[in-house]
């Protein structure tokens, strides 16, 4: 009897310590939505409130280094054929082209974010979430939080996106004209865990954050 008992509570706390891990497992935090919407400006808000508990992975391109870029930092630049190699191969969670460019999320940088104990922002358009819904890794290890941000319409999209004053007319005509179909995507139930409309912004935030404070309490202390 008093084995069976010594046994139970070894073998409760291994329960408890697997759920404990479980429970610990930061999550990759997928952020989609019309260039324009307010990711960045959302996301600064969350990283502000949730001091070290994101990161951003480094994601690999062919395009050359800007001035002050520094390999490993702020991008891994690498040229075509090694990108073409490594895609074959199967390193990229999520890859896209950009004025003539290669972008990709690899495994490993994601992996080098979640194993630190953050959890890890991707910022990606509709084809990156639709890649990273296939991938088996993801599924079954780490199970993504997708949410989509969404413009309170496309006149204020685009007045955003003038007064932003970072893009060309023509960057603006390029992301106004996807920006509908990325909508339209956003609007389709089930893509989503949780969709808001940035119309005032501490209203948006809040719903943000209301909705992933407890799935941040759940990996640790937010
Ligand atoms: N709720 C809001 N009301 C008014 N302006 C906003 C709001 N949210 C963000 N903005 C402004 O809109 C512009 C676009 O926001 P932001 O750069 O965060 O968009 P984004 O979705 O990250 O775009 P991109 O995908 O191009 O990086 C910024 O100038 C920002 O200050």
């Known amino acids: 009897m008093a084995s069976v008992l010594v046994w139970s509570r070894s073998a409760a706390s291994r329960l408890f310590s697997v759920a404990a891990v479980k429970r610990m497992a930061p999550r990759p935090l997928v952020f989609c939505g019309p260039s324009g919407a307010g990711k960045s400006t959302l996301l600064k808000k969350l990283m502000a409130d949730h001091p070290d508990r994101f990161g951003f992975s480094v994601s690999h391109t062919t395009r050359s280094p800007r001035s002050g ?122 893509n989503f865990d949780l969709v808001v409309v940035n119309d005032d912004l501490e209203a948006a935030y809040a719903k943000l954050n209301d909705f992933l404070s407890p799935l941040l309490a759940e990996s640790g202390d937010s």
């Open 69 to 190: 870029e520094v390999d490993g930092r702020e991008y891994h630049f690498i040229d075509t054929d090694t990108f073409t190699r490594q895609l074959q191969a199967g390193a990229f969670l999520e890859t896209a082209m950009y004025s003539g460019n290669h972008y990709g999320t690899s495994y490993r940088a994601l992996l080098d974010v979640l194993e630190s104990g953050q959890w890890c922002i991707l910022d990606i358009d509709v084809q990156g979430v639709q890649q990273l819904k296939q991938s088996k890794l993801l599924t079954s290890q780490y199970v993504p939080v997708y949410v989509f941000i969404f413009p309170p319409s496309i006149e204020h999209l685009k007045e955003r996106l003038t007064s932003r004053q970072t893009d060309s007319a023509e960057a603006i005509a390029l992301r106004l004209a996807k920006a509908e179909a990325e909508m339209a995507y956003g609007h389709q139930p089930g």
